[in-house]
């Protein structure tokens, strides 16, 4: 077996990690009249955490593991919800299954389709092996390079963000990469500018709703 996925798994299934799921179905069977849903949300817990190992060592790709996890929540959610049993909590997540499944399903497949890995693509802030004190200062960086964009009433380029935070660029650029991924920031022919169409609230419902339309727009523009 890969070692690498041998070390993921361990990391997924670290003891105190698993006694916290055992305890959270523990209580819903307590007060839950249906088992078949408590043991339907352990199962589903366990081939997360299988199939996330499987992605961390690279074994698969991580669209097909969510598509796949996408029928499982779609079928599991219709015979849920066809059976006409259980209380209210289950029938919701019946519901939430139902719903939540196929589109994930869709989007995954679509985002295969179209060559897009959100996940794969997202820049390296270098932050998983990084200790305590190094991880706060990439935050700050960043941190500081969005303030400079914001304040900033023209496009600047990754050295004039250096010269004004007095922070070098290869940390400079690495940020901008990252709060261009994230939406904070726009590249532009003279440089970054700052970008709030996100921001606040209302961002983060216009945010939401591009998200979950993700799908229905990639497959109109690749027609």
Not at 79 to 104: D, H, K, M, Q, T
Request: charged share 25%; hydrophobic share 50%.
């Amino acid at each position: 077996m890969n070692e690498e996925f041998v070390d993921a798994l361990r990391e997924e299934f670290r003891p105190r990690a698993v006694a916290a799921i055992l305890a959270v179905l523990v209580a819903l069977a307590v007060v839950s009249d249906d088992l078949w849903q408590v043991a339907y949300l352990g199962a589903l817990a366990a081939l997360a955490g299988v199939l996330s190992a499987a992605m961390e060592a690279e074994m698969l790709d991580r669209r097909l593991v969510w598509i796949g996890v996408g029928c499982v929540l779609g079928v599991g959610g219709t015979v849920l919800w066809l059976s006409g049993e259980g209380n209210v909590a289950g029938r919701v997540l019946a519901a939430v299954a139902l719903l939540a499944g196929p589109w994930l399903a869709l989007d995954s497949a679509v985002a295969r389709w179209t060559g897009i890995d959100a996940a794969a693509d997202r820049p390296d802030l270098g932050l998983e092996d990084a200790d305590a004190g190094e991880a706060m200062l990439t935050m700050q960086v960043t941190r500081l390079v969005h303030e400079e964009l914001r304040a900033a009433d023209h496009p600047l380029t990754v050295g004039e963000v250096a010269e004004r935070t007095d922070i070098g660029e290869r940390r400079v650029e690495t940020a901008l990469k990252f709060l261009e991924h994230d939406a904070r920031a726009t590249a532009t022919d003279a440089g970054y500018v700052h970008d709030d169409t996100y921001a606040g609230k209302r961002g983060e419902i216009r945010r939401l709703g591009r998200r979950l339309t993700r799908p229905v727009r990639l497959l109109a523009a690749a027609r």
